[in-house]
């Protein structure tokens, strides 16, 4: 895909995670956040600076967001 239509999509993204009142987290293959919105950070209590880029676990220490991505669960 041209480097313009992922810039496009990833902003469709980031205003459709920005608009909506539902808290989102975007984790990688690895259970690494990649993206959170605001409302997700709130309802959290903690900033995106302490959520991104770490692992899931150590913002939900029961999340099964892992086990999620790597089809242990369908």
Avoid: H
Avoid at 11 to 37: A, P, Q, S
Avoid at 51 to 58: A, D, N, R, Y
Wanted: charged letters at 30%; proline letters at 3%; aromatic letters at 10%.
């Amino acid at each position: 895909m041209p480097e313009q239509g992922i810039a496009r999509y990833k902003y469709i993204f980031n205003e459709m995670l920005r608009m909506t009142d539902d808290g989102f987290i975007v984790v990688d293959k690895d259970g690494i956040v990649t993206d959170v919105n605001d409302q997700y950070c709130d309802f959290l209590g903690k900033p995106r600076e302490e959520i991104v880029g770490f692992s899931i676990l150590k913002t939900i220490s029961n999340s099964k967001m892992v086990d999620i991505v790597k089809r242990r669960y369908s």
